[in-house]
């Protein structure tokens, strides 16, 4: 491979030579490199928002349109399954037609349909608008990080990424604290309409900054059979993980979901090595450290977001605050991934990502471990700890394991490899929220009974101790029938919590030995190979 490497073009093309010669450079406003990444921050912000924005308005929309459990389950899910099925699909699209068109049809798209969802006046519309979400979000996120490679030279490209990382991280765990004060004060929809201003910033800004940056032998083709045969495994792969709680690990339609999702990763396998242009080249896992990455990734979102699906029901449920209490109490995680973000950058440019994504994995694993002993009585001071540490652990972990992942990839598949990080990210997060979710349920059905008895309560009939039993599986004690005396009442919400913290313990144990794993993992990491890679004229 060259030691030459792709540098950001003035309005003219310029000779090739030295990556670290050219992007930070620039004295212009159009192409500038971190104008650059402020403009995409501006998109990749509102993706990251909606990921939990949403679920704070949930219950104001079922209540509003009149939704059933399942069409409110389909708000979330439509959006999940449309951005995991489409991220490395629109990765090639951004590829092929330039990340900069791309950013911002995706941009466009995001915006209007939130929109659209905000005028919607029946919950099937805001399904549907929710999939036009998702397939947009696909589009700008891999766009993003093809952007921000073509923008940064090696030395400050992990910095660019750091600076990534914090906006997801901050808007990630922001959304809760956003979409609480917004349905509170002002309405669900507003939840969405915020979506417009964002976008249109992110338009205006991308219009004047961002360069179109073609690069050489950019794909000229799509591979369609690669396209189709890659959706189904995604989608089998994605809604078998969401339904299994409903139908079970075991059950017939979970396995026929999953192996119809291995039957088609298997053909696209196959498919991808007669391919003349192939949708996700099957070379690029050549490298070790890739194939670690896109594992530390899907590992690292295992953790977090089936960790963090736990925690806001023992926030409010067990602990009783309030949505914006919730993630008041979430700030220290916050904070520290916004802090510590930009620091792993500039270290890991330093020292390269193996040292720090093995630190940080293991703070990881330390701070589940910390989460696995928290009571129904601990106070913010401990929790607070346990989220600043496990904030101060993601942040390199977000950070690096991207930068392994795009920077060991080719640069004329910077788009594939952004697709590819995201939806380790995504398949990661809803199979942790879905495994983690199973632990929690059967913890909890294997403790109640016994809880229950300790407590010396009158026996339950099937039927109540099975609504008592799914109540305690998110911490919630259900309304006592009138005339229950208050005794029995706090000897029951007793129990519920109860069972519940044994389930969630258990859940950030199994969270912790993932983490503990996934610092094994991060021993395969190295610095991208192909941050000098063949000059690009741009």
């Known amino acids: 491979m060259s030691s030459q490497t792709s540098t950001v073009a003035h309005d003219a093309p310029e000779p090739s030579g030295p990556r670290d010669a050219g992007p930070d450079t620039r004295k212009g406003v159009r192409g500038h490199p971190w104008l650059t990444l402020v403009t995409v921050a501006f998109g990749v912000a509102m993706v990251a928002l909606d990921g939990t924005i949403v679920a704070i308005a949930n219950p104001a929309i079922q209540k509003d349109l009149g939704a059933s459990l399942a069409d409110v389950q389909w708000i979330t899910n439509g959006y999940l399954l449309a951005l995991a099925v489409s991220l490395i699909t629109a990765g090639k699209l951004g590829d092929r037609f330039g990340h900069r068109q791309t950013f911002l049809v995706g941009v466009i798209g995001f915006a209007a349909a939130s929109a659209a969802i905000g005028f919607a006046g029946s919950v099937s519309l805001v399904i549907t608008f929710r999939v036009l979400q998702g397939i947009c979000g696909a589009l700008l996120m891999p766009a993003a990080l093809g952007l921000l490679r073509a923008s940064f030279p090696p030395e400050k490209l992990n910095a660019a990424i750091g600076m990534w990382g914090a906006v997801i991280g901050a808007s990630t765990a922001a959304g809760p604290i956003i979409g609480g004060l917004l349905v509170e004060h002002v309405n669900w929809e507003s939840v969405f309409f915020i979506n417009v201003p964002v976008g249109a910033l992110a338009l205006g800004m991308g219009l004047v900054i961002l360069l179109a940056k073609p690069v050489e032998n950019a794909p000229r083709s799509f591979d369609l059979g690669g396209i189709v045969l890659l959706s189904v495994a995604m989608f089998c792969l994605v809604w078998a993980i969401i339904k299994a709680p409903e139908w079970h690990w075991g059950d017939p339609k979970t396995l026929g979901f999953l192996a119809v999702s291995l039957l088609s990763f298997a053909g696209f396998a196959f498919w991808e090595t007669k391919a003349k242009e192939p ?260």
Request: proline share 7%.
């Open 279 to 538: 949708l996700l080249p099957l070379s690029m896992f050549r490298s070790v450290p890739l194939s670690a990455g896109t594992v530390l990734m899907v590992l690292m979102a295992f953790g977090f977001m089936g960790g963090l699906f736990f925690v806001t029901f023992y926030l409010q449920n067990v602990n009783g605050l309030s949505p914006v209490d919730s993630g008041l109490r979430l700030l220290p995680l916050t904070a520290m991934m916004i802090v510590a973000s930009p620091l792993a950058g500039a270290v890991i440019t330093k020292i390269g990502p193996r040292v720090p994504l093995v630190g940080a994995m293991v703070l990881t694993a330390v701070a589940m471990f910390g989460l696995s002993s928290l009571s129904t009585d601990s106070g913010a001071g401990i929790t607070s700890v346990w989220f600043a540490l496990l904030g101060l652990g993601l942040a390199p972990v977000m950070v690096g394991a991207t930068e392994v992942i795009v920077g060991n990839a080719p640069i004329q598949h910077a788009g594939v490899a952004g697709g590819l990080q995201q939806a380790a990210m995504q398949v990661g997060g809803s199979l942790g929220t879905a495994v983690l979710g199973a632990v929690m349920a059967s913890k909890v059905n294997g403790v109640f009974s016994d809880k229950w008895h300790e407590a010396k309560l009158p026996p339950l009939a099937p039927e109540q101790e099975a609504g008592l039993k799914s109540a305690a599986e998110v911490g919630m004690a259900p309304p006592a029938p009138k005339g229950t005396p208050s005794q029995m009442i706090e000897a029951t919400r007793d129990v519920v919590h109860d069972s519940f913290m044994s389930g969630m313990g258990l859940a950030f144990t199994c969270a912790g030995i993932v983490a503990v794993l996934a610092a094994g993992v991060a021993f395969f990491t190295s610095r991208g190979s192909n941050d000098a890679g063949p000059s690009v004229h741009i």
